[in-house]
């Protein structure tokens, strides 16, 4: 069959590709159909032929998945924000579990593998920690929401998020009102022009108290401090109003500078009895209601008897070295952000963890001048934490030669995880990994935060 761009076809869905795409085998060619599931017979049209991959829209589902649900959120399809929100909560679950398996089994082949332990969300719905909205101009005024799936300009205008805790979308529609009166134009990234560029909201965890970054190109101040009463009036959760500015052309949040126009500059909050403050930009793990079962989880898997030195490497403001360091001997923050430390040190004193230190640095840089280990007893417990990409290969040598017996790896993306691991198994086999816990804090959406435990016996 020739499949050429705007030929229709009837399909069986085979499969789900790792992005969440329908996967479908005619003759010996492989389609790729966006919103389609496996079990799924559908009807679909040809869009893009590259490089042997060809991808299909899907116009008609003639025959429903059993798996197959309504998506809750009416922006569904569209929005760049959920691509699995068509298939049910725990099919979600079990293919996650499988992808995991299969992206173990691919890096680590003939390496027996614990069983995933997965973690699912009670109710899956209004759990983001932190939300990246984006303005966008159209000919009937300013809108707000989430980039259009795969589209660096076009923006889905947002009324109510699904994933978001609810006052967020109280405080979009309260924006949305007041920008489209403030006689300014949104950014445009094609040329460069218009004012209003980002709303970036956080979420506590505790409280469900809402910090608001606004980000706009240089320009009037004015503009936005005209926001501050009537956004504060609409949302009574909004605690914190800062104003950010961000002159780059990207289609993510740069921000360059920002201040506090009003409120607390700092999120009070608390998780699995840590204390902490957070600011605007800081990281704290992205689900409100999954952040608490990681902690305890890490707690149980590291069982201190008190006597334990800890080294939290990629710390972030802490909360990891200060969810262990009641129970520990003396625990070792590294972080890279120099403001992160300074928080670390601020949540430390908080929780009255006096046995903590916070050091700022590249973990690459302090492991490969062998700086860090020296800095007090030997790791009983290594945390690592990394951004997306995982390790840096420096890491790796000075990070076995300590031979620690526990080290606990956290991650956000099981392909860099798992060739890290490939890596400190093989090169040290005294290493075994022991358990595998799947958080999922990125529902209807093929991630996942994933905790590795190695032991060395
Ligand atoms: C995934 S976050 C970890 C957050 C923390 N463990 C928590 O639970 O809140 C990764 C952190 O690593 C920091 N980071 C990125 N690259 C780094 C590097 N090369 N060395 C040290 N820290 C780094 C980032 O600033 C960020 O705070």
């Not at 991959?53 to 959920?82: D, M, N, T, W, Y």
């Not at 956004?231 to 949040?253: C, R």
Request: charged residues 20%.
């Amino acid at each position: 069959m020739d499949l050429k761009p705007g030929s229709s076809l009837w399909v069986e869905v085979e499969d789900l590709s790792p992005q969440g795409l329908g996967v479908a085998n005619v003759d010996t060619q492989t389609v790729w159909v966006r919103q389609a599931l496996p079990g799924d017979k559908v009807q679909a049209v040809v869009t893009r032929r590259r490089l042997g991959r060809i991808e299909a829209r899907l116009l008609k589902v003639e025959q429903p998945s059993p798996h197959r649900v309504l998506p809750l959120c009416r922006h569904f399809g569209p929005c760049g924000g959920c691509a699995l929100q068509h298939m049910d909560y725990p099919t979600q679950i079990a293919w996650k579990q499988r992808m995991l398996k299969a992206t173990f089994e691919e890096a680590l082949p003939g390496l027996p593998l614990p069983d995933i332990r997965v973690v699912p969300m009670t109710s899956p719905w209004h759990h983001r920690a932190k939300m990246e909205f984006t303005f966008g101009q159209q000919a009937n005024g300013i809108v707000l929401g989430l980039h259009r799936r795969g589209s660096f300009e076009r923006i889905v205008d947002i009324d109510c998020c699904e994933i978001a805790p609810h006052a967020v979308s109280a405080l979009l529609k309260a924006l949305k009102d007041h920008v489209n009166r403030s006689g300014l134009e949104a950014y445009r990234p094609k040329d460069h022009r218009g004012f209003w560029r980002y709303a970036i909201v956080r979420s506590s965890y505790s409280k469900g108290e809402l910090m608001l970054l606004l980000v706009t190109q240089d320009g009037p101040r004015s503009a936005v401090e005209a926001l501050v009463d009537p956004i504060f009036q609409a949302v009574p959760e909004l605690k914190s109003f800062y104003w950010g500015i961000a002159t780059k052309v990207s289609d993510v949040a740069d921000v360059q500078m920002f201040t506090l126009l009003r409120g607390t500059g700092m999120l009070e909050d608390e998780v699995a009895g840590i204390r902490f403050h957070v600011g605007p930009i800081q990281f704290v793990q992205p689900n409100v209601k999954l952040a608490h079962p990681l902690y305890e989880t890490i707690r149980t898997e590291v069982q201190l008897s008190g006597k334990e030195a800890i080294y939290d490497l990629y710390c972030g403001i802490g909360l990891i070295a200060l969810a262990l360091a009641s129970k520990a001997k003396w625990v070792c923050g590294v972080e890279s952000v120099s403001e992160n430390v300074r928080l670390a040190e601020m949540n430390a004193k908080l929780n009255g963890a006096s046995n903590t230190t916070f050091v700022w640095g590249k973990v690459e840089d302090l492991l490969k001048k062998s700086t860090l280990f020296k800095l007090g007893p030997a790791p009983d417990v290594i945390v690592l934490d990394p951004p997306r990409a995982g390790l840096h290969p420096d890491a790796y040598a000075p990070l076995l030669k300590t031979c620690a017996p526990t080290i606990l790896y956290l991650s956000c993306n099981p392909t860099s995880l798992a060739r890290d691991l490939k890596v400190l198994l093989e090169r040290d086999p005294k290493y075994r990994l022991q358990t595998v816990h799947l958080f999922d804090f990125f529902p209807h959406t093929p991630h996942a935060e994933v905790l590795a435990v190695l032991r060395r016996g």
